[in-house]
């Protein structure tokens, strides 16, 4: 079995960012623990990262993992209700490992002497809050809708990609509040002066200074710090500074779930981008990161794709990839989706066809959250 890890926010009922859920399937606890390991350099700290295994019972095999202190463990009911699990459990707390409680089951009582920060339970198994040790966060959900009923049977936050299905723009009008954003994108791609762009961003200042602090991100690691728009451009040039200000679009919302959305579209344009690497000209890499951060505004700006898309001077390929799934962007930008989904078959066969091995989409899901999450979204 090849080791896949998949991954998923979590969310607090006001759907802001709580965690990251890591769910590593391998065929043993000695395979998970290396992946994990294998991504230790590139781990994401701005928030806590919940890890879950799939696909085989959990062992001590799992300590050679060192995880950073901002990691939690889930172990599941069946092997926390058990003598061996309780034991198990009590040598990761020894080896001061937070724990979670995985795969709450009736079926199964945890031992009080087992100290869980959270609890995940399926809502559609247990709709009403079940009685859980822990803090009690719902997963299993489908989309928004099931996610306010789980809210409102008590749960206090819910892990899964639900906020990207329901709840759909049908607008086909872009907000004029878009229009200063999308006027100095198009000046950039067109290559306007230095000057008149200047004066674009001179007339709002939150756009500058959000421009810059995306620049000056741990993810962009500039050894010095940018001061300027025109200093932007005396070290990055016209063509870089696209992948940039393309984030201003991202995240121009102020909706309640934008930041976990903001970090959604970020994540896919970075992994796009980090697993394409070697495998399309390094020109092409900018586009393939704006195609995967743009694949998310029509719920981000609750306006359809094409009519934010027609306002802009983009080039072909990213356009066929958003619009149509077509063109050359469109297979990396279907194995970014594919990460998002339970169907792992179907994440490795998009992977295979693509060259890419699973080791490389590994370390580009963690990659991917660790840089959105330098962006500061929240």
Known sequence: MTTII??????????????????VHADSCAAAAQ??????????????????????????????????????????????GTAAGEELAATFHAQEMQLLLDDYDSAFEVPASIKLRFALADAKHYPHLPVVPAVPIATGLVDHADFLDAIDNGYVGAAGWFLLHGNL???????????????????????????????????????????????????????????????????????????????????????????????????????????????????QLDNLFITGSFSLLDILLGTRIDAVLKEMNLPAAICEALLQRSGPYAPWLELATACEQEDTAELVARAAKLGVPMEKVNRAQIGALAFAESLQLD
Not at 42 to 63: F, K, Q
């Open 6 to 23: 998949r991954r998923e926010p979590v969310v607090n009922r006001l759907k802001g960012i709580i965690a990251s859920r890591v769910i």
């Open 35 to 80: 992946a994990l390991e294998g991504c230790a350099d590139i781990w994401p700290s701005a928030h806590d990262v919940w890890v879950s295994i799939a696909g085989c019972d959990i062992d001590d095999a799992l300590l050679s993992w060192q995880p950073s202190a901002n990691t939690l463990l889930g172990l599941p009911s069946r092997l926390l």
């Open 169 to 283: 723009p049908t607008s086909s009008r872009l907000n004029p509040s878009l229009a200063q954003i999308i006027h100095i994108l198009n000046q950039v791609r067109q290559n306007a002066d230095i000057f008149e762009i200047e004066e674009s961003l001179k007339r709002n200042i939150s756009i500058s200074f959000k421009l810059l602090r995306y620049i000056n991100s741990a993810g962009f690691g500039f050894a010095q710090e940018i001061e300027s728009f025109r200093h932007a451009v005396s070290l990055l040039g016209y063509d870089k500074l696209n992948k940039w200000l393309s984030l201003l679009l991202v995240t121009a919302t102020r909706d309640p779930a934008a930041p976990v959305l903001m970090q959604a579209a970020i994540a896919r344009g970075r992994f796009m981008e980090l697993t394409a690497e070697g495998k399309v000209e390094p020109k």
